[in-house]
């Protein structure tokens, strides 16, 4: 099985920062795309950002320029700065990862339990 944990997340004021983090354990043997998603009070759940173990970054339109994601050293880390966050930034934010347990190992989709940020003056 594996985990996921984030943390980072929190109360800050419009314009403000956060960064939030993400760690995978468990039976790992490789992670391809880590990324982070984001559910709004009566909304569904939206993409904000992806990262690929190798290739391109994916941002959602709304967090373009804003909001950066990067892995840690390890890759089983996953990282998202977010700038001058607005009040629409509001949301849990979950993790999520596609993980292979063993070398020959079928792909497997994992989420975080979430971590709340909330942006208010």
């Known amino acids: 099985q594996v985990q996921l944990v984030e943390s980072g997340g929190g109360l800050v004021q419009p314009g403000g920062s956060l960064r939030l983090s993400c760690v995978a354990s468990?039976?790992?043997?490789?992670?391809?795309?880590m990324g982070w998603y984001r559910q709004a009070p009566g909304k569904q759940r939206e993409l904000v950002a992806t990262i690929p173990s190798s290739g391109s970054t994916n941002y959602a339109d709304s967090v373009k320029g804003r909001f950066t994601i990067s892995r840690g050293d390890a890759a089983n880390t996953v990282y998202l700065q977010m700038n001058s966050l607005k009040p629409e930034d509001t949301a849990v934010y979950y993790c999520?990862?596609?993980?292979?347990?063993?070398?020959?190992?079928?792909?497997?989709?994992?989420w975080g339990q979430g971590t709340q940020v909330t942006i208010s003056s």
């Open positions: 468990g039976s790992i043997f490789s992670i391809y795309v």
């Open positions: 999520n990862a596609d993980v292979v347990a063993t070398m020959w190992g079928p792909t497997v989709n994992f």
